[in-house]
């Protein structure tokens, strides 16, 4: 097994994909997220998934379980399993951040280029891993 190994802020800061899978271990997944001015993750529970953000750029504001605190470059986030969530771009450039998801939460490889495309595809983790 390889592993993954890179520059994860270059990766981050680099990225323009709403959400890019870059690789899926058995109980830890690694993704990238980038969110244009004004735009939102969305409300959302994993009642069996912890979830780890780290902002590398940009500016907003995160909400778990209806507390809202500013967010900016090199904070970080857990969100515990079962807590109702939202990461909302507040400024006025992108959003660029990575999450780790314990277990995985997305499909193997899976890249969506915006907000529309990811909640129009189906792409829950089947059970395949990176390697």
């Given at each position: 097994m390889q592993?993954?190994?890179?520059?994860?802020?270059t990766l981050t800061t680099e990225n323009t994909d709403f959400r890019r899978v870059?690789?899926?271990?058995?109980?830890?997944?690694?993704?990238?997220?980038?969110?244009?001015p004004g735009e939102e993750i969305g409300e959302e529970v994993h009642e069996d998934h912890d979830q780890f953000f780290r902002v590398e750029s940009g500016a907003g504001e995160v909400l778990i379980d209806g507390k809202r605190t500013p967010i900016k470059d090199d904070d970080a986030i857990i969100v515990p399993a079962g807590a109702r969530h939202n990461v909302i771009n507040t400024g006025d450039?992108?959003?660029t951040l990575y999450t780790i998801y314990g277990p995985?939460?997305?499909?193997?490889?899976?890249?969506?280029a915006t907000k529309a495309e990811a909640e129009a595809k189906e792409e829950h983790f089947d059970g395949k891993t990176t390697e």
């Open positions: 592993g993954f190994v890179d520059n994860i802020e870059l690789y899926t271990g058995k109980y830890l997944q690694l993704v990238l997220m980038a969110l244009k450039a992108p959003l995985p939460d997305h499909r193997d490889g899976v890249v969506r």
